[in-house]
């Protein structure tokens, strides 16, 4: 994979958060911050850290058909926008599935998937879906309420391990989902099994649903906690992308990795901020603020036609 530069993964990030931001307005609402927070982590990931299988030409997403089962033995399935499954590929798991508009804006700023993809957005019967299951695009699991996507990717990777594989196991989080005991059973396991080959970034925007996660469920020091389960662990500006690459590539052997990535909810559109406490899910208060988030959009198209 050619590695990309940062004007090119910056690009790639104000892409990702303009799209998103289209899409919030189109529908009178959308998860913005999310993609403000950690869009230059999915730009770097995918055009720069992950190695992941080529694909021909940028995929249209599929109608979701059926689940599988003995009638279904070929499912929709969403990884393959990430390329096809080999043993020395890296495999790529969205565990916070409210940020499944960030990967689809991700993919379709990589190459991977075509950009008419994104008007199947929650429509029924289509597999581009605003909470992403295994045949979403990007998508390699289900993984349901927060906290489980680490659980199903440990025990992928405990079996491409023991099958001898070299690829890594990627897996995004939010903070949010260290809140959960479920998490913390995950990382014992992974540590107990020694999975090297899995790397975990989590976004660290300070948020969630009910407000700031400080006043929701304390989670720091996040670095102790990690490291007192044995793995090994970086904290950088998730907004540097050489800061973020360096860390993805720390030597870790025989250790998980844990890169937490400290961003803000609001980066790239500085008028999110006047929206604190409240992030997780925005929608406008009346024509007024809608049209200042309008204004907002044609700068940041101009930015990136000019860049």
Not at 98 to 121: N, P
Not at 253 to 276: E, N, Y
Request: net charge positive.
């Amino acid at each position: 994979m050619k590695m990309s530069d940062n004007k090119t993964i910056n690009r790639i990030a104000g892409g990702i958060r303009m799209r998103v931001l289209e899409h919030t307005l189109k529908n009178n609402g959308g998860y913005l911050c999310q993609a403000c927070s950690s869009a230059e982590i999915f730009a770097a990931l995918y055009s720069r850290i992950m190695k992941l299988g080529p694909v021909d030409k940028p995929l249209k997403p599929e109608p979701f058909r059926a689940v599988p089962s003995s009638a279904n033995r070929e499912p929709t399935q969403g990884y393959l926008f990430n390329g096809p499954h080999a043993p020395d590929l890296d495999r790529f798991y969205l565990s916070p599935t409210h940020y499944s508009l960030v990967l689809y804006a991700a993919l379709v700023e990589t190459g991977r998937m075509a950009e008419e993809g994104l008007r199947e957005f929650n429509r029924d019967g289509g597999s581009v879906e605003m909470i992403g299951a295994e045949h979403s695009p990007g998508m390699e699991v289900m993984t349901g309420s927060l906290g489980q996507g680490i659980s199903q990717a440990a025990g992928i990777a405990l079996a491409r391990k023991l099958h001898k594989e070299t690829g890594k196991n990627w897996i995004f989080m939010s903070d949010g989902e260290l809140q959960p005991g479920q998490v913390w059973e995950a990382v014992q396991a992974m540590v107990f099994y020694k999975l090297d080959n899995v790397v975990i970034i989590i976004d660290v925007n300070g948020h969630q649903c009910d407000g700031p996660t400080s006043s929701v469920m304390g989670i720091e020091p996040l670095e102790k906690r990690f490291e007192s389960f044995g793995c090994t662990v970086k904290r950088v500006n998730g907004h540097a992308v050489d800061a973020f690459s360096r860390a993805c590539r720390s030597a870790h052997q025989g250790r998980t990795l844990v890169v937490l990535c400290d961003t803000k909810p609001w980066q790239g559109i500085g008028l999110l901020k006047s929206r604190a406490p409240k992030f997780h899910y925005i929608r406008f208060k009346d024509t007024r603020e809608r049209k200042m988030f309008e204004d907002v959009l044609k700068k940041m198209r101009s930015s990136l036609n000019t860049s």
